[in-house]
């Protein structure tokens, strides 16, 4: 007989995997279920984080931005140097007549307003031409000059003395030179009729090879319009082509410039100013 009383001879064992308890599918599931309820309360988790450091961000921004606004509105000059006090454009101009050079003070030198709320040099030589060297009427042996007359554009509003396009061409003109000497001088007039009226007067004394004009398209073309019609404060001689003050001008700058527009005679004016003033370094 068999020692073991639990088994027999004529009986096999069952296998291993038979003896376990099958797997329960209803369990599996819920098991399962509660896994995806974890992760998306995970993820919803994590997106309520995301989207309240975003708010709080763009909030940040946002007041920051509308503390900026209101401080450059209110107390500007918490945040910008204050504009320097001293001499402006308006300073370096005499206060009437002309200088041989036209509307500017000779021998102003002093620090002006600039263009970044900070001052530039300008200096008018003892001629009143805004140039650090003085000139006589007769240009010297070798030497070409050339005179660039115009409103604040050619003066240099808010420029430093070296940089006006006329300084600038005077450099370009001497390194190009095969030997002579260029000097283009500043004058500064209010209006292309009175720098006119002062090349015939003045300028020319000086003697230039060239004149420049620099024209503003806006008020200096209808000035030239307004001061060249009839009853204006020039008129132009159809004989000898030199512009003349009138005695008795009936018109000020605002006034009748709607009624010369059209006239032939303010035309014709007009384009004997312009056609005198590329010319007039040829006449004696």
């Given at each position: ?97 002309l200088a041989p050079s036209g ?23 003892a001629q009143g031409f805004r ?154």
């Amino acid at each position: 007989m068999s020692t073991h009383p639990d088994t027999d001879c004529g009986q096999s064992q069952l296998p291993l995997e038979s003896a376990r308890e099958p797997a329960n599918p209803v369990r599996a599931r819920d098991l399962k279920r509660l896994r995806g309820e974890q992760l998306a309360k995970s993820l919803s988790v994590i997106l309520r984080k995301s989207r309240t450091i975003v708010v709080i961000t763009l909030s940040t921004i946002l007041l920051f931005e509308c503390t900026y606004r209101v401080i450059l509105r209110l107390a500007p000059n918490l945040l910008r140097p204050a504009a320097p006090r001293g001499l402006d454009y308006g300073d370096t101009w005499r206060s009437s007549g002309l200088a041989p050079s036209g509307s500017l003070k000779e021998n102003f030198d002093a620090m002006v307003l600039g263009p970044y709320r900070n001052t530039v040099r300008w200096k008018n030589n003892a001629q009143g031409f805004r140039n650090d060297y003085d000139v006589t009427p007769e240009p010297g042996p070798g030497v070409v000059r050339v005179i660039s007359i115009g409103d604040s554009f050619t003066a240099g509003y808010r420029l430093a003395q070296k940089e006006t396009f006329s300084f600038l061409l005077e450099q370009y003109l001497n390194s190009k030179s095969d030997g002579s000497k260029y000097e283009v001088l500043i004058s500064v007039v209010d209006n292309p009729t009175d720098g006119l009226d002062y090349l015939s007067s003045l300028g020319l004394s000086f003697k230039p090879k060239l004149v420049l004009l620099g024209l503003t398209l806006g008020n200096d073309m209808t000035g030239a319009y307004v001061r060249l019609a009839p009853g204006g404060k020039y008129t132009i001689d159809d004989e000898t082509g030199r512009i003349e003050l009138n005695a008795s001008p009936t018109l000020g700058f605002s006034h009748g410039l709607e009624k010369c527009w059209f006239r032939p005679r303010a035309f014709t004016h007009r384009e004997r100013l312009f056609g005198i003033a590329t010319v007039l370094p040829t006449m004696s």
